[in-house]
């Protein structure tokens, strides 16, 4: 255990600690600029995992109606068929391209970032004499910000390093809003749509709880990591906006944002839904080559190829089943 | 603003409940071993991931104040000691053990206490405090050596502000050093206060006067001039004589801009101050010389005056003796500094950081006495070091981080370790006497 502590400390705490340093040094000594900064540079770094999440969740979602067919077809079936099932799942993952945790494994590596930023901000800033004492054992003795402490918690009226909901008032109400507006913003733009009644209400949930629960949770938060989170979201929507490849944002039954093409793009696939739900029970064929058309639009070269390839599997199928046949 | 105590019970923030839980694999051959199930699965995945970054968050706490820098004070063969929980103790060194009719308060402590208690006459005078978030609850006692009872009836005097330093007496006023009081907005970051300690005081605030950033400096007296340091970086001289001034910020007479923040207590010795600050630096601050000198951030090294590089945080009390200022930092080295040039006689490193002043003890061995520095380490352990020259020549085994001051006393150390103990040893064997748990006043030999 105590490898990873010294790994948590040394490849996350004292980087951060010591950057977020040097950037209030840097910035006329304000530590909100400094967080402000820091969260865009963490941001940038982490594109290349947004990407692929996105990408992963936009090919799970594809894929999604082949799954559950795979589920409905061996229902109450036990022993080989669930060997079967489970070979049949792993084998669609395999041709889309998708890692059944792909979506979840780049939030699982931001979390570390997440907590330790959380962390970084209240070791920089101490409240109380131990943690200012041992502060002293986190700066990098190069690091020329060391003979600045105590940093200056002010920022635009607000203490970062008290709790929110002591700051003054309107930031006591309107940070618990914003971070739960922007997350609401964030998470409405990477909730991709879908016909299945079921998923729609998991997501419908989702878009609303996560936001609620964070409002929530940031009244108790320190008001620098409020910052940090309003400010990660932002960010994050504008950086989904154009790995999204700039899809236009619904609020309130309208669109925002968005091309000219991806409106349009858009206003096929809510027609396409439309008739989906209304169609109880669509022909599989149809619906798997609708499936296909959205996919290979959506997930890039990587699910392109694999569609390709399975459609030179079933060009084979056919052909021997012809030769058999004849 | 400032208030006599009613009873005020849990003080101490509840601790935070710990989370617990399983996780299942599955390793049934006829399952498969790794499903995904889509969205309906991905929910409390979720909430499970946000629930887990939301309790680490809030499990490593690091706004509440946990103390235990407060050492062991002797007066009339008894020990006084500030524990983890905030409860003023005492302690009998010939029963060895704690004396379970003396403790304040006697319910749930003040929360942290930082600092060493102060006898003055027959009372003895301390601070702690608590916070709830950024809701700071501190106390300054003033109790009666022989039945601990509060010399202000039923507790102290209660300010919504963090009490780290030590107080101090003159005559019947208390001083003490604080930080920006609870809602007051008034741009002040901290205040020495002024307090009538007298039993039947009709006001108990004399007067405060403001200063530029929290106090944990504690407060110093020398003749009627109280010196106090803020985080700030600023050292006050203030008239704490009972001339009257039109307004408390007149009685500052001089204040000295250090290079960094000012945390550890300032001494005063032989007419010169002695004190540290967050840039690594340890000044000798001539009391004469600054109230002619016309600079606010340079030292006067033509009148005595030096600032010495400590290589680190500087946040113990110097210590003083012979001509040998001794400088302790937090990266957990001790310089000899010549009092008259500041310069460095020797430097030794211990492991762990010196958060509070060596105590200065005479070491015998055999027919020989050597006197020698009993370091205290944040890390675990009280270092022997030779004053002569730096050496290591033994150590006390706590095995615990020590942040206060061990205090020698009849041939015995006492040591008041980070996790609540009061250990002795022998000053001539470095072997360990005794322990006692400070909470409970269990043995724990």
């Given at each position: 255990m105590e490898i990873f502590g010294i790994l948590w400390l040394e490849v996350i705490m004292r980087p951060m600690i010591n950057s977020l340093a040097l950037l209030y040094q840097l910035l006329f000594s304000n530590f909100g600029l400094s967080i402000i900064v820091f969260t865009v540079l963490i941001r940038l770094a982490m594109i290349p995992l947004t990407v692929r999440q996105t990408r992963q969740m936009k090919k799970m979602q594809t894929i999604q109606p082949k799954l559950k067919a795979i589920q409905d077809k061996y229902k109450g079936k036990k022993g080989d068929a669930r060997r079967q099932m489970s070979s049949e799942t792993m084998g669609l993952y395999k041709d889309a391209g998708v890692s059944p945790v792909g979506c979840l494994g780049p939030m699982i590596i931001q979390m570390p970032i997440w907590i330790g930023f959380y962390r970084a901000i209240l070791r920089t800033m101490p409240s109380t004499p131990e943690g200012m004492a041992n502060l002293s054992d986190l700066?990098?003795?190069?690091?020329?910000?060391?003979?600045?402490?105590?940093?200056?918690?002010?920022?635009l009226g607000l203490s970062l390093v008290d709790l929110v909901s002591a700051a003054v008032l309107p930031w006591n109400y309107a940070l618990p809003v914003l971070v739960g507006a922007s997350m609401f913003l964030q998470q409405k733009m990477t909730t991709n749509p879908t016909s299945d009644p079921r998923q729609k209400q998991t997501n419908q949930m989702m878009l609303w709880m996560m936001p609620i629960m964070f409002g929530a949770f940031t009244w108790q938060f320190p008001a620098g990591l409020a910052v940090y989170i309003l400010f990660s979201n932002a960010i994050g929507v504008v950086i989904q906006y154009y790995v999204g490849g700039k899809q236009p944002v619904e609020l309130f039954g309208r669109s925002f944002l968005g091309t000219d093409a991806s409106r349009a793009e858009r206003a096929e696939q809510v027609a396409a839904e439309a008739a989906g739900s209304n169609a109880k029970t669509p022909p599989p064929s149809s619906e798997e080559s609708d499936e296909d058309d959205q996919s290979t639009e959506i997930l890039g070269k990587d699910s392109r190829r694999s569609n390709r390839n399975r459609a030179r599997r079933t060009g084979r199928r056919t052909r021997r089943r012809r030769n058999k046949g004849s | 603003m400032l208030r006599y105590v009613g009873i005020n019970t849990n003080r101490r923030p509840k601790t935070p409940p710990s989370i617990t839980g399983t996780i299942r694999i599955s390793t049934s051959e006829s399952e498969p071993k790794l499903q995904y199930h889509g969205g309906r699965r991905r929910l409390p995945i979720l909430f499970a991931l946000i629930f887990v970054m939301i309790a680490a968050v809030a499990c490593v706490n690091d706004l509440t104040p946990e103390g235990g820098w407060s050492g062991p004070v002797v007066e009339d063969e008894k020990l006084f000691i500030g524990n983890r929980d905030g409860n003023l103790v005492r302690f009998d060194p010939e029963t060895q053990n704690l004396d379970s009719s003396w403790r304040y308060p006697d319910g749930d402590g003040l929360g942290a206490m930082y600092s060493n208690t102060v006898v003055i006459g027959d009372k003895i005078y301390g601070v702690g405090y608590t916070c709830r978030g950024d809701k700071c609850d501190g106390e300054i006692f003033g109790l009666s050596l022989s039945d601990g009872s509060s010399i202000w009836g039923l507790h102290g005097l209660e300010l919504k502000t963090k009490l780290v330093g030590s107080v101090a007496a003159s005559g019947d006023t208390l001083f003490v050093g604080t930080t920006a009081i609870g809602d007051e907005d008034d741009g002040a970051e901290g205040y020495l206060y002024a307090l009538d300690s007298s039993a039947g005081a009709s006001r108990i605030e004399k007067y405060r006067v403001p200063l530029d950033g929290n106090a944990f400096s504690g407060v110093t007296i020398e003749g009627s001039t109280a010196y106090i340091a803020t985080m700030a970086g600023s050292l006050y001289a203030i008239d704490i004589s009972d001339s009257e001034f039109a307004t408390p910020e007149a009685r500052i007479k001089w204040t000295f801009e250090a290079e960094g923040a000012i945390a550890g207590p300032i001494l005063v010795a032989s007419g010169n101050l002695y004190f540290g600050d967050l840039a690594s630096n340890a000044y000798k601050l001539g009391i004469s010389t600054r109230l002619i000198s016309s600079s606010r951030t340079e030292v006067n090294t033509g009148s005595g005056e030096w600032k010495f590089d400590a290589g680190a945080w500087v946040w113990a009390k110097p210590i003083i003796e012979d001509g040998t200022v001794y400088v302790s930092a937090l990266d957990g080295s001790i310089s000899a500094v010549d009092d008259s040039s500041g310069i460095a006689k020797w430097t030794t490193t211990i492991e762990g950081q010196i958060v509070s002043s060596p105590a200065l003890f005479d070491r015998k061995r055999g027919n020989i006495t050597e006197r020698a520095l009993a370091v205290p380490s944040g890390e675990k352990n009280v270092w022997v070091i030779s004053v002569i020259d730096g050496r290591e020549l033994g150590v006390f085994l706590t095995d615990e981080p020590v942040k206060s001051t061990p205090l020698v006393h009849n041939g015995n150390l006492y040591v008041h370790t980070l996790n609540g103990d009061l250990k002795w040893f022998?000053?001539?064997?470095?072997?360990q006497i005794g322990c006692v748990e400070l909470k409970g006043g269990g043995r724990c030999d």
């Open positions: 700066f990098y003795s190069w690091n020329p910000a060391i003979a600045g402490v105590p940093f200056n918690s002010q920022f | 022998s000053v001539d064997n470095t072997s």
